[in-house]
Nanobody, 119 residues
Framework: QVQLVESGGELVQAGGSLRLSCVAS????????MGWFRQAPGKEREWVAQ????????TYQDSVKGRFTIFGENDKNTVYLQMNSLKPEDTAVYYC????????????WGQGTQVTVSD
């Protein structure tokens, strides 16, 4: 079955950068869409960014445009979220997610990685 394992979350000061990684396994991902979501304390989980497995069709939440970049290394079955100019409001648990292109909702989820941005 599909397995997604995130890593890279940690405590960072405002203005700093982090790169989150998501190693995907369990199926052929060539026709998948990969996404990143986040959930802050007391809030609902929200979509952050997504792209097709081959790197096409990248889209971002408005609040992270110009600061976050989603990209992948297909030969490593890994998707990344490069986060720059971090703000305290970016503090959340970040989740990697995957879905087949023909399905509207993300079906597979990682366990999450904590990102904390201090003032």
């Amino acid at each position: 079955q599909v397995q997604l394992v995130e890593s890279g979350g940690e405590l960072v000061q405002a203005g700093g950068s982090l790169r989150l990684s998501c190693v995907a396994s369990g199926t052929y991902f060539g026709n998948y869409v990969m996404g990143w979501f986040r959930q802050a304390p007391g809030k609902e989980r929200e979509w952050v960014a997504q792209m097709a497995w081959n790197g096409a069709f990248k889209t971002y939440q408005d609040s992270v445009k110009g600061r976050f970049t989603i990209f992948g290394e297909n030969d490593k079955n890994t998707v990344y979220l490069q986060m720059n100019s971090l703000k305290p409001e970016d503090t959340a648990v970040y989740y990697c997610a995957a879905r087949p292109q023909y399905t509207p909702t993300f079906q597979n989820w990682g366990q999450g990685t904590q990102v904390t941005v201090s003032d």
